[in-house]
Structures are given as C-alpha cells and as structure tokens.
C-alpha cells in the first residue's frame, strides 16, 4: 500500500480527531487530515458529539459577539 494511500485510510484516535477537532476551529485542515478525521466521525459517536458541541459554542459565540 502507498504511503498517502495508508495516511488516507488510517483512522485516527479520539485524542488525534479532538486534537483535529480544535485545530480546525483556528485553521483550516489539510486534505489528508479532512479525510483521516471523517473517517473517523462516522466510526465513533463520542467524537461527532464534541464535533457537534464545538459547532454549537462556536456558534453561540458568533451571536454573542453579533449583539454588538
């Protein structure tokens, strides 16, 4: 199997998706670390939760700051 083939199919850990999870909150994600973390959303529940919480804060933070 290639190298980029394997980065792309390896699933990632809960603590690298929550790692991924924030970075993305500042950045954006690379291909490679998009695909690694979709992967592994479909696969664990705990995780697309914090990724739906972190969606949620981030968008009460936006209407916190829109008020202004």
Not at 7 to 15: L, N
């Amino acid at each position: 199997m290639g190298r980029s083939l394997h980065a792309i199919t390896h699933i990632v850990s809960c603590k690298e998706a929550s790692r991924l999870l924030s970075q993305r909150e500042d950045l954006a994600l690379g291909i490679l670390d998009r695909l690694k973390l979709r992967a592994h959303l479909a696969a664990c529940t705990m995780c697309s939760r914090f990724a739906r919480q972190l969606a949620f804060m981030r968008k009460a933070m936006q209407r916190y700051r829109d008020q202004d």
